[in-house]
């Protein structure tokens, strides 16, 4: 199958012949291979892992996924490669999430998510 | 008849002018490059978003719990515009050509007695309408000192739009923006995105419809995602009117030095001509003189 992550500025990753992504789906993880039936669903914090020729890991914050005639889109506005990613960033974000959840009053879902994220971020070992 | 002075002195100026026009063009011609390569990465994103959208649309089939972004408040009388142009000039017609896109529109609503608001976005477009629209004005964002659009910019306008929106101080917003077809056209265009408008797109067939497997449901997929088409289409906006300035300035610069090279042409003619004809005077003056001895 074919798969592109997308960022609204650039294209952060495309391939063809990919066999399996594993992505971290919002009501659980989800492995999406060939020729699976045609889904829109969001994503949790956490890594994608893409599996064609080589293997690929990427973090995301939040996005979209759209399956559809074997082609897979990933939408987010907060993705970056596992293998680019430095300390400096993760700490960055780690403040990010952990004034948002400090500051605002945040719905349950948001609560959820925000601190999946800084679980996440403190599991983060340079995979 | 201008003294050979006066003839000198526009030349150099129109030289000069000349340099600077070039150099312009050669700048712009530069950054247009990086622009359009960020318009063109940003319209993927901005293409499936709308996809996933207008999918989602069509398989709500309770359009009254539908969220209200989508389908709108129920009335359709007050208007909110938001024109989005550079913040500098020299560029052609490209902030006009937007400014009186987003006129025409403007004056069918006001004759339709509906209620306008308008949000400008660049330092031009609030330069241009404010004259005669200057009272419907409510905000005007500018990004004159950043070199760089960035996703948290058109986060910034979106977030205004939305809140406004759900304070109920306008149903229906529409964006005016140009888009970039290619260095020597860029076409002003209307674009309304709250509510979303779909039917254009499904009449030409652009986008075929599927049956999606939606997890959680499609309200709650729709909750989260409108917010960020919003944004993603004010993204879009902003990275096209960027490319397209960098392309209308690139051209209009490319006339302007031709312009300068004819003009500096003629004068130079000019110029040898009335050399010559004060030789030929004082030659004549010379000879007579002679002549009379």
Known sequence: MEVNLVAPDKIVFSAKDISMVSVPGIEGNMGIMDKHIPIITFLRPGIIKVEGKEKNNFFVISGVIDFKDNKLNILSDSIYETNKIDSKKLTELKEEAINKINKNKLNDQDVYLTSTLINELDNFNFR | MPSLKDLRNRITSVKSTQKITKAMKMVAAAKLRKAQENAEKSRFYSEKMNEIIINLKNSITDMSSAPRLLTGNESN????????????????????????????????????????????????????????????????????????????????????????????????????????????????????????????????????????????????????????????????????NAASEQGARMSAMDNASRNAGDLIEKLTINYNRSRQAVITKELIEIISGAETL
Do not use: W
């Open chain 2, 77 to 240: 009388e007050k208007h909110l515009c938001v024109v989005m142009t550079a913040d500098r000039g020299l560029c052609g017609g490209f902030n006009t050509n937007i400014c009186k896109k987003s006129r025409e529109f403007m004056n069918k609503l006001l004759m339709n007695g509906k209620e306008l608001k308008i949000i400008t976005v660049g330092s031009k477009s609030y330069d241009q309408l404010r004259r005669i629209y200057g009272k419907y004005i409510i905000e005007k964002i500018s990004f004159k000192n950043q070199k760089k659009i960035k996703v948290s910019d058109a986060n910034l306008i979106s977030n205004k739009i939305i809140s406004m929106f759900y304070d109920r101080e306008f149903d229906i917003c529409t964006i005016f923006y140009s888009k970039f077809k290619s260095v020597i056209s860029q076409e002003p265009v209307e674009q309304q995105i709250i509510p979303v408008k779909n039917d254009d797109l499904i009449k030409n067939n652009q986008i075929d419809l599927v049956q999606y497997e939606y997890e959680p449901d499609e309200q709650e997929i729709l909750n989260n995602l409108l917010p960020k088409n919003i944004s993603t289409q004010i993204l879009k906006g902003l990275l096209e």
